[in-house]
């Protein structure tokens, strides 16, 4: 969903059933998140359409709720990367359950460690 929103055009995403029912609503909570970040999304019973920004920055400026969900957690932040605001998550420790290191990856891909 994140590559969606910072492709061209619009995305559809259909027969995600399965992502309602993981640690979170996945559907549902990627869509708030990416709205709250100014990114304009279709919700559908299984999936989502995205309209991407053609590689320009998204609005970012929210503060997301993970959801306790460590994919959420990891999504929105890579998000950030590109957001002309910074987007905060309110708790990242899930990522734990995943990828550990998840957050000293990303500095070391990033140049900021």
Do not use: W
Request: proline content about 3%; glycine content about 10%; some cysteine.
């Amino acid at each position: 969903f994140v590559a969606a929103a910072f492709a061209k055009g619009r995305t559809v995403a259909r027969g995600a059933h399965e992502l309602r029912v993981k640690e979170s609503d996945r559907i549902a909570a990627m869509k708030d998140a990416l709205e709250a970040c100014g990114v304009a999304c279709e919700e559908f019973e299984d999936g989502l359409a995205i309209t991407g920004t053609g590689g320009d920055a998204i609005a970012g400026g929210a503060r997301i709720a993970s959801k306790l969900d460590h994919r959420i957690a990891m999504s929105l932040t890579v998000a950030g990367l590109h957001a002309a605001k910074p987007i905060t998550i309110d708790d990242v420790s899930p990522v734990a359950t995943s990828y550990p290191v998840f957050y000293q990856s990303l500095d070391t891909l990033t140049g900021a460690a």
